[in-house]
């Protein structure tokens, strides 16, 4: 006859498998956790070359191989920079694109 001890091991074993097995299945939810930091992302937008690396935390853009943007990113689908400080994005490449668009208006220089 099972103690209460092997019943409760057992069922603990049980649930860290089903979570284990649940988040393995998931995958990549958004285009953020689709690129890993090793696969940049590559887009043009208005004549600017821009590389999008994600990582866990952060996001480097690079456009034009010479003007640097740090992004960073809080949970699995919010990005923020501090040059647009009143707004959070969901898609990293609509915030590339936003800061170029302000870039092209002079209200930042990057």
């Not at 935390?57 to 690079?62: G, P």
Request: proline share 5%; charged share 20%.
């Amino acid at each position: 006859m099972p103690n209460r001890r092997s019943v409760l091991l057992g069922l603990g074993g049980a649930a860290v498998a089903a979570i284990v097995g649940v988040a393995g299945v998931r995958g990549p939810q958004t285009v953020a956790d689709a690129a890993t930091p090793d696969t940049p992302i590559t887009f043009a937008y208005r004549g600017h070359t821009v590389v999008l690396t994600i990582s866990k935390d952060m996001a480097m853009v690079n456009i034009d191989g010479r003007k640097q943007v740090h992004i960073d990113r809080s949970g699995l689908q919010r990005f923020h920079s501090h040059l647009l400080p009143f707004q959070d994005y969901t898609d990293p490449r609509h915030m590339v694109r936003d800061i170029i668009d302000i870039e092209a208006s002079h209200l930042v220089i990057l």
